[in-house]
């Protein structure tokens, strides 16, 4: 399975202008990555980020580019972290004004147990004062046609013995957790919540509710699963949600299969319904808004984007804002002074 291609000169057609250019936002889950037939390196991000939104900062979220060759496979990943923090230290000696990668998630194979710790420090060392964490994708579906994501974990992977030896690394070394799920697993993330109280975690792409394959024509349903799973874990207090990605083919709105762009308006109409969930659920202060760049460029643009949630949320108490677009993601990556 791959993503949708991304096709500039059909986003080109929407030139909207950025919507509250002074309200600061830090963009908490993106990619950069070094691909032979499809790289979108610093240049690609920043030209992104140049719309018009203040952009303060961004968290670099793995994707599993520019892994070491040879050695121990353990130890591979640590060269996403090298790469990415090379380019954060190209950005900071950009005029931009935008910190990215200012908080760096990467890939460690916990399923490794304790043996995954020398590669912890490893990595933390590599960012240089970025490393925040890590993120092991737990996507699957028995379907086929329900996978919307490019991993091909096994099943059940937050319960297996193995990988809670290597999760339990994370928080004596002051990391994070980044989960990636579709909303038919959630239940595997509040055991993993539940039995890991002090370990700081944060659900991507508001909980994967799958649009595609068996559920395209069920909507109404899996929104009711869905946002049922997300309450349930809501009473976890060390889970955040980002709200962002529901440009992927997963969520199964097409906007990529448009013959133009779609605007703000359009998007905010299709996405108001889960982030109103995640923020009733959750409460603004456990929320953060993701770009899911390049990945979700595929439906729309950068700036339109943004746009769409500043929509969803106009005339929401001023504070609630400022932590959804900017404090909270700050807060919970450990992002320090932005300014």
């Known amino acids: 399975m791959r993503h949708p291609v991304i096709r500039p000169s059909w986003l080109a057609r929407n030139a909207e202008p950025a919507l509250e250019p002074e309200l600061p936002i ?12 499809d790289a979108y390196l610093l240049d690609d991000f920043l030209a992104d980020a140049s719309g018009g939104h203040a952009i303060r900062a961004s968290v670099f979220i793995e994707c599993r580019t520019s892994f070491r060759s040879g050695g121990d496979p353990l130890f591979q990943p640590v060269g996403e972290v090298e790469f990415v923090a090379a380019a954060a230290r190209q950005a900071a000696r950009r005029p931009e004004g935008c910190r990215v990668a200012d908080g760096i998630v990467g890939f460690a194979e916990l399923c490794a147990g304790a043996a995954i710790r020398p590669v912890l420090e490893a990595q ?10 890590v993120r092991h994708i737990a996507a699957w579906h028995p379907d086929p046609g329900a996978r919307g994501s490019v991993a091909t974990p096994p099943p059940m992977l937050y319960l297996e013995p193995a ?38 975690i944060v659900l991507n792409h508001v909980g994967g509710a799958v649009g595609i394959g068996p559920y395209a024509q ?12 997300i309450r349930e874990l809501s009473h976890c207090p060390n889970l955040h949600i980002k709200l962002g990605g529901l440009g992927m083919r997963l969520f199964g709105f097409d906007f990529h299969e448009g013959a133009e ?76 002074d932005l300014g």
């Not at 963009?27 to 070094?34: G, P, Q």
């Not at 933390?124 to 964490?133: H, S």
């Open 261 to 336: 762009p779609p605007d703000s308006r359009r998007l905010a109409e299709a996405w108001r319904p889960y982030v109103e969930t995640c923020v009733e659920a959750f409460g603004p202060g456990r929320c953060m808004f993701e770009s899911n760049f390049p990945v979700d460029k595929a439906s729309c643009g950068y700036t339109a984007l943004w746009n769409a949630f500043k929509r969803i949320t106009a005339g929401w108490p001023a504070e609630d804002r400022a932590g959804l677009f900017h404090d909270n993601a700050a807060r919970f990556y450990r992002l320090g």
């Open 163 to 200: 990988f809670r030896e290597g999760f339990a690394q994370l928080a004596p070394l002051g990391l994070s957790f980044d989960a990636w799920m579709y909303h038919t697993q959630l239940a595997e993330l509040r055991d993993l919540a539940d039995a890991f109280p002090d370990t700081p």
């Open 218 to 229: 069920r909507r109404r349903h899996v929104f009711a699963a869905w946002s049922a799973a």
């Open 26 to 37: 830090v963009d908490a889950h993106h990619h950069l990555w070094d691909r032979a037939d």
């Open 124 to 133: 933390i060392e590599a960012g240089a004062g970025r490393f925040r964490g």
